[in-house]
């Protein structure tokens, strides 16, 4: 198991956890990947050819970033694996704010976000690409 750069291949290897099956279609459109590749540090959680969970930030400007993950239905034995290589991504990348966005319906989603530091902060009303509303949660330094 290793963390290694993202790249926009790792996507297509991604078996989604079904909290987050409605981002496959998305997922599946070269165009997005290498955006996300593109976008700013980002990595995944590989072994051999599997691909358990992809992340990364994407800068929105100086001191203020945005969190994105895409984790596997398959994660769960590697998960503080992925908790630490988040943990340290944002200390090694760091943003004043960093954002993500929990669909309301996720509860182990909004437990991560507590866990990593991030406070919610309200309702963003039809979100997802399917119109679900997500909380925002931001993470201040």
């Known amino acids: 198991m290793r963390i290694v750069p993202f790249e926009p291949d790792h996507l297509k290897r991604l078996l989604l956890q079904p909290s987050q099956a409605i981002m496959q279609p998305t997922m ?13 540090p980002a990595y995944s959680l590989v072994d051999g050819d599997d691909v358990f969970a992809c992340m990364g930030l994407v800068p929105q400007w100086d001191n203020r970033a945005i969190a994105w993950g895409l984790i596997s239905a398959e994660s769960g034995p590697h ?4 908790h630490k290589a988040v943990h340290r991504t944002m200390r090694l990348h760091y943003y004043r704010r960093i954002e993500t966005a929990v669909a309301c319906d996720f509860t182990q ?16 009303r039809a979100y997802t690409p399917d119109g679900r509303d997500c909380d925002l949660y931001a993470r201040v330094q």
């Open 109 to 124: 989603g909004h437990r991560w976000a507590t866990m990593l530091g991030f406070e919610r902060e309200g309702r963003m």
């Open 79 to 82: 998960f503080i694996m992925i």
């Open 28 to 40: 599946s459109k070269p165009e997005y990947a290498q955006s996300l590749h593109q976008a700013g």
